[in-house]
């Protein structure tokens, strides 16, 4: 049995919450923490730039108002962000 199992094992039977309960429940918050990661960090690359969209951050760096480097960056990995904010909002709908 693996040490994740043994562990599932012993919480299930020690609160007397069903395994899979548990499993649902954990994935849930997991998704939950990782979102509200996601959205703190494209909120701290806005604030960063005093935008609320990419797409204001991305006209702001074309019109040279904000540093091409990091901007460029920053705009990639906003974008990163917000797509990995949309797959998981998917998935706690879908759980």
Do not use: F
Not at 1 to 13: G, I
Not at 18 to 32: K, N, S
């Amino acid at each position: 049995m693996t040490e994740a199992t043994e562990l599932l094992d012993r919480v299930s039977k020690n609160l007397g919450v069903p395994r899979d309960e548990l499993i649902r429940r954990g994935i849930d918050e997991y998704l939950r923490s990782q979102l509200r990661e996601c959205l703190a960090e494209a909120n701290e690359i806005r604030i960063r730039y005093g935008v609320k969209t990419l797409k204001a951050l991305e006209a702001k760096i074309r019109r040279g108002e904000a540093p091409e480097h990091p901007a460029w960056e920053d705009l990639i990995t906003l974008e990163n962000l917000e797509e990995r904010a949309e797959r998981i909002r998917s998935e706690l709908k879908a759980a």
